[in-house]
């Protein structure tokens, strides 16, 4: 299993962090604190949902790209592949700013 990474703020607030991290099904533990970055996603671009998984190392992933200059709804969304071992993403499709966008294989 994986789901994405988060920390806790100094204000109480929690983020996701940029990681993935791996988990033992069975046990629900973290698997030896298998965190990794994930990488490849363009500047200001943040892993929001994970999805089903597209082989034995890939999970869907659904980023958004986000701006201060502007509100969550407008933002970009991007489904990526992310290899859970490297962190590599490659995209698989992105779409306009929709504010109630359903993506197949998105858990929301």
Do not use: C
């Not at 994405?4 to 988990?23: A, I, N, P, S, W």
């Not at 200059?69 to 290899?83: E, L, M, S």
């Amino acid at each position: 299993m994986a789901k994405v990474g988060m920390l806790r703020e100094d204000d109480g607030y929690v983020r996701e962090d940029g990681t993935l991290v791996r988990f033992d099904a069975l046990e629900g533990k973290d698997r030896d604190r298998a965190r990794v970055r994930v990488r490849g996603l363009p500047e200001g671009t943040a892993v929001t949902r994970l999805g089903s998984w597209l082989n034995a190392t890939e999970v869907m992933a659904l980023a958004a790209v986000v701006s201060g200059d502007r509100p969550a709804q407008q933002d970009r969304t991007a489904v990526y592949a992310v290899n859970v071992m490297t962190g590599e993403a490659r995209e698989l499709d992105n779409h306009p700013p929709f504010p109630h966008i359903l993506i197949p294989g998105i858990v929301m």
